[in-house]
């Protein structure tokens, strides 16, 4: 005997913050946005050189479940 089993589809929505700029300044936008609650400091990339001198790039990745209409 074979059961079919099918997970819900979720309708995920993704929304990416980029901070982008001296390390200093990038590492402290993350820490500010995380005490007013907008993002998680934990949930960010850790800081990498862009290549550009003195230049850090840290992504913040949020998914949520799309408002009903």
Do not use: N
């Not at 980029?18 to 400091?41: E, F, M, N």
């Not at 990339?45 to 913040?60: A, D, F, N, Q, V």
């Amino acid at each position: 005997m074979t059961y079919e089993f099918k997970l819900p589809v979720r309708q995920q929505e993704v929304v990416r913050l980029i901070a982008l700029g001296d390390y200093a300044a990038v590492r402290d936008t993350i820490h500010q946005l995380g005490a007013k609650g907008c993002a998680d400091p934990d949930r960010w990339t850790k800081l990498m050189p862009t290549g550009r001198e003195g230049e850090y790039i840290s992504i913040h990745t949020r998914r949520y479940a799309p408002a009903a209409d």
